[in-house]
């Protein structure tokens, strides 16, 4: 990815310039009224919420590339899908990984190679422009590992270019570096599948080539960035001559046994994990090991796949995850942020779903933690596998919110997930998402790995959530949050703001960090909450909202900058919230999102405020725009009434 200068960042929107007349209480009001009257439309009869998770086209492409390989392709589908790629094209021909990002040479390659794939011509306008780009970026031979694993399928790239990734590494024991315990679940899964697809070299060739796409120039080789990294290019070289001629008899033993830990990770719903790659990963290993079809596993992952499409009029695209736990117990807090009586039969009937959902067998996460019981729960609809630390403390903060007819049931299955969750705590005091002590940072060097974060570590933002949990449950000067909160004020940066693992970027880890830790005691003049508050006051755009670019994650320039969104606007105004900051720049924050709410109650954001992985991976939550900007009107509206 093309690292910004500071030059290119836009001018944020200036309808206004936020010094007019202030947001009466009237307008917030009004304000939060609509915005929570379109939320509650919103509720599935079930009692989940769930908006789109957008993201970018290497799903559609990927997903028309995993048909044709499996034979299972239909022309329908492809050319709905060909149509949502092309409506994704910019005017220069090329496409990127979020809103208004710049352009992508992978992303590029693998939605020509689709288009090529529905029939597109390469003489086709569009199609000339997105080859020009390519071939001036220097052609297929610079695109990431993944993109050449998806053409190398199809004699598009040659395997032996591809780094190797033996099957054997199942049998690394679990204290050894690199093994598969050592990477984050979501690439655990994905590389494990790999092994499969890597050792077998399947090619099932197309009916047309992407010569087109090469420049004749061999790409240099990536220079190792430490000495780790260039004894992992050794171990690689001494792999692919391994595989070149493996021990049958272990080789055989160990795609066995990946197949098997593959079948035992299926999700009910037919998903890996209940996100792409390892979905798609996995039914392709299967496929190579025999598995026809009709074979059931095969049958629930390619069926499970269809619940993930998104279909309309002539366009169809693939979300490459769900996320209604996770929407749900936002939407519970940011209603009842908003004034809904606890006992609200949409919030009564959220907490049963959510109750239904927990987690309640053990996952890869028990390898860690082999005494601890299970609780908690997970993103998706389905992903018994992995339940995650930041779903489980947002979904005890809103379960304690609702005045449930059966409040044992609820206190049971709080008291299990208070259990999890200070058993999945680091050694380092903070919380991962997913793991505890996933931190061997040797994986990020491992040649395969150039398709974003590879591992768990703790972060600010889950650690402030869980945090805030430990505070609202009576337990903030617990040694565990004492020690986490010790944990995440030390993360905090120079400039007073926080690292965002999960959202974009700095202001999302600000307005998670502030509310956490004075929840948690520290008193609001602090010099810490000092720092955090000048910090997004200093940042504030123009119009008076908030907004930060996901490039800031790869260029410092960009930090804090950005056009005006309105999750960001709500993540900075809960931060100054949580600081007792009722400034100038507050109340022009509400009176951005006062401005700019649409007549239905909720907001335009086209732009990616949530992060799959820092610098490669972004996502737009269609939720965020009004679960948010929800709850930072409600909780400024309750402060301003209650000082009448």
Known sequence: ???????????????????????????????????????????SVEGWWKGELETNVTMDAEDLLLREFLGVSDPSAVERAANWIRSRQRGDGTWA???????????????????????????????RAARDYVVQAGGIARARVFTHIWLALFGLWPWDEVPALP?????????????????????????????????????????????????????????????????????????????????????????????????????????????????????????????????????RGLSGIEHFLIVEEDVRRLEACQSPVWDTAVAVLALTDAGLATDHEALVRAADWLLEQEVAV?????????????????????????????????????????????????????????????????????????????????CRAFPFCDFGEVIDEPSADVTAHV??????????????????????????????????????????????????????????DAERVRRAVEWLERIQNPDGGWGEDPRSYDDPAWIGRGASTASQTAWALLALH?????????????RWLVEHQREDGTWDEPQYTGTGFPGDYYINYHLYRLSFPLMALGRWLRMEEGRR
């Open 467 to 524: 945090l805030e949990m430990l505070a609202a449950e009576g337990m903030a000067h617990s040694p565990a949050a004492r020690r986490g909160a010790s944990w995440l004020e030390a993360e905090q940066e120079g400039r007073g703001s926080w690292f965002g693992r999960w959202g974009v970027n700095h202001v999302y880890g600000t307005g998670a960090a502030l509310p956490a830790l004075v929840a948690c005691g520290m008193q609001t």
């Open 167 to 299: 099957p054997e590494l199942i049998f690394l024991p679990r204290w050894f570096p690199l093994n598969a315990y050592d990477f984050a679940c979501w690439a655990r899964q994905t590389v494990v599948a790999l092994t499969v697809v890597r050792s077998a070299r399947p090619t099932r060739p197309l009916p047309f080539r992407l010569d087109e796409l090469h420049t004749g120039r061999v790409a240099p080789a990536p220079r190792p960035r430490t000495l780790a990294g260039w004894a992992l290019g050794r171990v690689d070289i001494a792999l692919r001559a391994y595989e070149r001629r493996p021990l049958r008899w272990l080789r055989r033993r160990a795609v066995r046994r990946v197949e098997r830990w593959i079948l035992d990770r299926q999700e009910a719903d037919g998903s890996w994990g209940g996100i792409q790659p390892p979905w798609v990963y996995s039914l392709i290993a299967l496929s190579l090991r025999g598995y026809p079809l009709e074979h059931p596993a095969m049958q």
């Open 97 to 127: 990984n979020f809103y208004g990002g710049p352009a992508d040479l992978s992303t590029t390659i693998e939605a020509y190679a689709a288009l090529r794939l529905a029939g597109d011509s390469i003489d086709d306008p569009h199609m």
């Open 578 to 590: 949580a600081a007792g900051a009722r400034t100038e720049a507050v109340e022009r924050g509400l």
């Open 1 to 43: 990815m093309r690292v910004a200068s500071t030059a290119d960042i836009p001018t944020p929107d200036t309808r206004s310039d936020g010094s007019g007349a202030r947001a009466s209480a009237s307008d917030v009001r009004i304000a939060l009224q609509r915005a929570r009257d379109h939320l509650l439309s919103l509720q």
């Open 362 to 442: 053990r996952g890869d996460w028990s390898v860690r933690r082999p005494g601890l019981r299970p609780g908690g729960w997970a993103f998706e609809f389905e992903n018994d596998n992995y339940p995650d630390v930041d779903d489980t403390a947002e979904v005890v903060m809103a379960l304690r919110r609702v005045r449930h007819p059966e409040p044992d049931r609820v206190e049971a299955a709080i008291r299990r997930a208070l259990e999890w969750t200070l058993g999945m705590r680091s050694s380092n005091g903070g919380w991962g998402a997913f793991d505890a002590d996933n931190m061997r940072e040797l």
